[in-house]
């Protein structure tokens, strides 16, 4: 795999417990831990220095370096490359090939995955990056305030520009989408597993029930668990 979604983590056993709750595959590998859903791997990752964000593997990253230091700071890290949007999200650009796991068939409790949430500052020079960087858009217009691009891995990230969600929104974030009858389910099953939800939104329920919800992981990562 070339994409991995990265998390970060005071407490590795925290970690694990947390995502093996949602039934997440846990795998370690080389030294590395990653948890595992339908189709995405997040790598758990306890060194201090990192931070969470995206981590894209390719053997050669000349060319794409050449367009992305005129667009924004690069600098040089061991194995490779990192930068950030203008969302502040870390982009980790290693050299050679992705860690050696496939996503599991099966979703985890959080349901049907939708893809990586991500708000900036500068929603063009964001959207600029990204297609530097492979993603092609799949849905939404910068003239819309959200625009959604996916890279040859199928990795999808939608980026936002500010005051386009009215909730808590953590960056970066992924995002589940079970449908309306689906949701409240998922939501049932993860208070019944004890997962505290960081904001429980009745905005679009008029009874007043909370069927979209936002959750955290031990690091702060955040998880977006909506209707559509």
């Known amino acids: 795999m070339n994409s991995i979604v990265q998390t970060v983590t005071p407490a590795l056993n925290d970690s694990t417990d947390f995502y093996s709750k949602l039934d997440f595959e846990i795998l370690s590998q080389g030294g590395r831990t990653f948890a ?7 790598e758990i990752n306890t060194d201090r220095y ?6 894209l593997y390719q053997a ?6 050449a367009s992305l230091k005129e667009q924004t700071h690069v600098i040089a890290i061991n194995g490779g ?9 870390w982009i980790y650009l290693m050299d050679g090939e992705g860690p050696n796991i496939k996503p599991t068939t099966e979703a985890s409790a959080l349901g049907n995955y939708a893809g990586f949430s991500l708000e900036m500052v500068d929603l063009l020079k964001g959207i600029e990056i990204y297609k530097t960087l492979g993603f092609e858009s799949t849905g939404g217009d910068a003239s819309q305030g959200w625009i959604a691009l996916k890279n040859a891995d ?3 990230v939608s980026l936002m520009q500010p005051n386009t ?11 589940y989408f079970n449908g309306k009858e689906g949701n409240p389910k998922v939501i049932e099953k993860l208070r019944e597993r004890g997962i505290h939800l960081s904001e429980e939104i009745t905005h679009f329920n008029k009874e007043g029930i909370a069927d979209n919800v936002i959750a955290r992981d031990p690091g702060g990562f955040g998880f977006f668990v909506f209707n559509d």
């Open 36 to 42: 595992i859903d339908s189709n995405v791997a997040i």
């Open 50 to 55: 990192a931070r969470s964000g995206l981590k």
């Open 60 to 65: 050669d990253w000349t060319e794409q370096l």
């Open 81 to 89: 490359h990192l930068l950030a949007d203008p969302g502040n999200t």
């Open 154 to 156: 199928d990795l999808v």
């Open 165 to 175: 969600c009215p909730h808590l929104f953590f960056n970066p974030s992924l995002t």
